[in-house]
């Protein structure tokens, strides 16, 4: 039998969860099921542990998975113009700098525009490695492709986005769109991070998909690029920054890696 599909915005319409203590709102939310018990392993250093004993385990309440992603997907579609002006603001400045090239030569900008962003604050700080042998029996390590880590952190967000503004959860289960307004984006830095996060992901899938820099498992954005025209840049307004180096970097840039090479 196929589960029912819960609608989390709402699910909660008419409590008021900010009359609720945290132990309260917390066994609530056990009781509607938002959040489910996990067991953890508790860790001793230099101590055999069994790992039959039911008491060497600790009991964890988290949210549950498709609370977390209808959550995440919420501030996504509310959000949404945000997004697609730091994606927007981007390729509004990468076109005027491409114009002209040919798409090898284009290619070489957006390596270093891809390189740019994936080596920023907002990028995952971590990599994947995995050792493995060639035909011939020789090792090699494989790095992970960098967006296959981007969804890595995708889920780490998701949990901040909880844990870092719960009135936000609140707001959300109890049906209150209004609360999450433009304030809020300077207001509430895990918001603004995400923002800036999925905006750059989605430039670095657009570019990966133009100059094939690397392959990996199939990524889907999660959410659409309206085709609205923007003319005034809304990410300015709210300090968020298109991750481009200025012009004149990029000016300097195309004059000694692309046109000096066509003069050899």
């Known amino acids: 039998m196929t589960k029912k599909k819960i609608e989390y915005f709402g699910y909660l319409k008419g409590e008021k969860l900010n009359t609720f203590g945290p132990e309260q709102k917390l066994n609530h939310f056990v009781t509607k099921k938002l959040f489910v018990a996990t067991k953890a392993l508790k860790l001793s250093s230099n ?5 039959l004993d039911p008491g060497n385990y600790k009991t964890k309440l988290e949210p549950s998975k498709e609370l977390l992603d209808a959550y995440y997907t919420f501030l996504l579609h509310t959000y949404q113009e945000y997004i697609n002006t730091v994606f927007i603001d981007f390729f509004h400045l990468f076109n005027n700098q491409i114009v002209g090239l040919k798409k090898k030569e284009a290619k070489m900008i957006g390596r270093l525009l891809f390189l740019n962003i994936i080596n920023n604050t907002h990028s995952p700080n971590f990599d994947i490695v995995h050792m493995l042998e060639n035909p011939n029996g020789l090792p090699k390590v494989h790095n992970t492709p ?9 889920e780490a967000l998701k949990n901040r986005a909880l844990t870092e503004y719960s ?16 304030k809020l984006i300077n207001d509430v830095p895990i918001i603004k991070e995400i923002i800036q996060f999925e905006g750059e992901l989605k430039i670095l899938m657009a570019l990966n998909e133009e100059y094939e820099f690397e392959k990996h498992k199939t990524l889907q954005p999660s959410i659409e690029v309206n085709s609205t025209p923007i003319s005034t ?4 307004k709210i300090g968020l920054t298109t991750t481009m180096p200025t012009e004149e970097e990029m000016d300097v840039y195309v004059m000694k890696h692309v046109f000096s090479k066509k003069k050899n």
């Open 233 to 236: 840049p809304t990410s300015k």
């Open 167 to 182: 009135l936000g959860l609140d707001s959300f289960l109890m049906g209150n769109s209004s609360n999450f307004n433009d």
């Open 146 to 154: 960098k967006l296959e880590l981007y969804l890595i952190k995708r």
């Open 47 to 51: 101590i055999a542990i069994n790992l």
